[in-house]
């Protein structure tokens, strides 16, 4: 605090040389002259004193006869007399802080971590609706509401906090690991029919009457389980009918036809070695590129990298630079290599399974051919596969039934009519 007060005033740094320098250092001292490091060099005494001890040690100079030469200046009243005709520069110096003043009050980095279910544009579009974006003011955001509405509108995630840090605002979610509410049970009578054609292979009925068994060849539209159950007597006839909801695992094999035409002729991209790079500026909306433009005729294909200004780890600023990279490219039509084309076939009948895994289909035979035709070649066959079949179909029409008694798992229960 000391060294921040003497900066402030001024210092000077001073060598003593004459009659009776000691004389003069217990003036100063009598006088109240603060002096501070005193050190004896070449034949004198040199040390530290303030620009105001000095303008009053003038009379103790001549009482002892002492001479003295300043040999440095230091402080805050030295550099405004050395730049005092600086304004320009002692304007932007002091803009300068200004600027970084006023953007530190608002918001330039949003961050939000622990987010699986949720997708970094759900909550980004959510932020959006609150009138939460980067360049608002800092003083605008209500943490502990942003908290609620986050647990608020969207229902799976099961804890949020938000702060500030300098610049940022930094979001941590966490989402239910577990279903929020357990799906209401359909008990609507139903039955289940065929999605589409094919050969039983499983059939396990929870609830229903099954109509099909392992083996037979169903058709599109087919009752698989009846959700329909006649209620019989004793002599075998029939005197109430119970609809219930039908409930089972019919799997079948089925077929998928595969049809595709790949050209044999096919573009190639090829570098041709040349190289250049550029930078970009964004302030804001104003985005400065400086890049060499492409003559006509040249094909380039670039890459970028952003990067975002910052003082520190939290001190994020609303400016971005960033290397562009470009590489130059000349694409010209080649024909397919008979390996290339296995691997551009195999690549189809890859994203095939792929698309029918997550449809719940499993491949049991793949029957797919490759046939040259002409300036093409085609992609043709049959994958066999299992797959449930099922499909619900509500039973509209009910009868009305008896009032009786009927017996169901061991209990007996009354249906009114």
Known sequence: MERLLHWLQGFMLVKLTG??????????????????????????????????????????????????????????????????????????????????YL????????QVEGNRRYT??????????????????????????LEADLRDELPEITWAAARISGTRLLIAVKENEVLSHI?????????????????????????????????????????????????????????????????????????????QSIPKLHRVEVETGRRKEGLFLKAGPLVAVFLLPAKEGEEWIYMMEERQARLSGSFFLPFYWGRIRGREVDYHEAFYTKEELEQVSEGIYQELVKNLSEKGVQIIENNVKILEDGSA?????????????????????????????????????RHPR
């Open 120 to 145: 970094d544009e759900t909550i980004d579009d959510l932020l959006r609706g609150k009138g939460i974006v980067c360049g608002m003011l800092k003083g605008g955001i209500d943490c502990d509401q």
């Open 183 to 259: 799906p209401e049970r359909d008990e609507a009578p139903c039955d289940l029919v065929a999605e589409k054609p094919g050969i039983v292979c499983r059939v396990v009925v929870r609830q229903g009457k099954a109509q099909v068994k392992v083996g037979d060849i169903v058709d599109t539209g087919q009752v698989l389980v009846s959700g329909t159950i006649p209620i019989l007597d004793d002599s075998g006839e029939v005197k109430a009918v119970r609809y219930v909801h039908a409930d089972a695992d019919v799997l079948a094999y089925t077929e998928y036809p595969v049809s």
């Open 19 to 100: 009659y009776s320098p000691e004389r003069f250092l217990n003036l100063c001292k009598a006088n109240d002259i603060p002096v501070w490091d005193l050190a004896y060099q070449d034949g004198g005494y040199g040390f530290y004193m303030t620009l105001d001890g000095f303008r009053r040690i003038r009379p103790l100079v001549r009482k002892s006869q002492v001479r003295l030469r300043i040999q440095k200046r230091v402080g805050l009243p030295f550099f405004l007399r050395r730049n005092g005709k600086r304004v320009g520069f002692a304007a932007g110096f002091g803009l300068f802080f200004l600027l970084l």
């Open 377 to 413: 070649c085609r992609l043709t066959g049959t994958i066999l596969t299992m797959e449930p079949v099922t499909q619900v179909r509500p039973i509209t029409e009910q009868k009305e039934t008896e009032d009786i008694g009927y017996e169901h798992n061991g209990e007996y229960d």
């Open 103 to 110: 953007l530190s009050l608002f918001i330039w980095d949003i």
